[in-house]
């Protein structure tokens, strides 16, 4: 039987060999079996693609607080439908060289993201947290993050659209970098500032 990388040797094989000359830092295929690879220099992008994983099998979990110290020239940042939830913990993506532009994170089970889970990324970075199961937008996590990213896609996610949004709706700038929907069906940026106005007058 197929033996399983761990979630740590699977991204020690992958970045322990920065800067090879045009030797991707891949594992061998058959050794990550059910995901997938993919390694581009000229971009510095490293992808590892797990959607064909089952939750029994799906060798990716979570990076432990620093994992991302010597990456400082990592650019594009895919964790794709792995097993990074529920709670994407503080430190958890601690990325170094404020250099990356790109976090897909989309499809992770992830309902909770703590303070600082996600930090040192490029200003106007894209963040995909799309088909994850968040429902409350709590300001202590994600307002460093809007405050310096360019767009944060929030599609596919059970978001309850009530006074806890509040502060991104009645803030035009970073409700503007947020994308997706509530529950209802409403987009984020068609809800009225009227009625969470209401909300601060209710919770001064």
Sequence with gaps: MQEYLTPLSLFI???SFPGTGGQSPCPDPEAIIPCVCSHNET????TVDCSEATSRWNPISKF????FSSMENLQHFSAFYCSLGPTLTKGSLEFRGSSVYYIDIQGNSISNVEFDAITGFKESAWIDLSENEISVLREEPFRPILEKIREIDLNDN?????????WIV???ELLAKVKGSCTDGTDFQDLDPIDFQNCLDRFP
């Design 13 to 15: 094989i992958l970045y």
């Design 64 to 67: 432990q607080p620093g994992f």
């Design 170 to 172: 009645l803030n035009p």
């Design 43 to 46: 971009l510095a992008t490293v």
């Design 158 to 166: 059970p978001v309850v659209c009530d006074c806890t949004m509040a």
